[in-house]
């Protein structure tokens, strides 16, 4: 196949939404493959890299300041078994299904999540007092996302 051909067939696939093209003649056969494009800064490589020896760091004259020390919640960590919208009430204006001091019940409904327009009431699988609300109402939740501690 002539050489002007074969790059006239690859601008053709790359102007075009097809992704495959395939042609066959006499002479033999030709198939042109569009594929996605890379984003930028993303490299991919076939063989693994090869790791450069680490050096050892001088040691530091003077000790770096420690972080902050995080407390650690104690109690029951209720989660999002979905992910979706994370709701306090049934409906908006109304009052919150758990709050901060509340006594709760196993089964009793703490919130609501809505995934894919459908209400879904999460039920407290502890009984105790909420101690802390971990997410704001109408904020989008993750599942396995903590949502209320209960003690």
Request: proline share 7%.
């Amino acid at each position: 196949m002539d050489l002007r051909k074969l790059k006239t067939l690859i601008d053709l696939v790359s102007d075009s939404n097809i992704s495959e093209l395939e042609i066959t003649e006499a002479e033999g056969k030709v198939r042109i493959v569009k594929t996605a494009p890379v984003a930028a800064g993303v490299m991919t490589y076939a063989q693994p890299m090869m790791q450069m020896p680490q050096q050892q760091a001088a040691p530091v004259a003077a000790a770096a300041p420690a972080a902050p020390v995080v407390p650690v919640e104690t109690g029951h960590v209720v989660k999002s078994p979905m992910v979706g919208t994370f709701y306090r009430a049934n409906t908006p204006g109304a009052k919150p299904l758990a709050d901060v001091g509340q006594q709760v019940k196993v089964g009793e409904a703490l919130c609501i999540i809505e995934a894919m327009k459908i209400m879904n009431e999460i039920d407290s699988d502890v009984a105790g007092t909420v101690t802390k609300v971990l997410v704001d109402n109408g904020q989008a939740v993750e599942y396995g996302q903590p949502l209320f501690i209960i003690e």
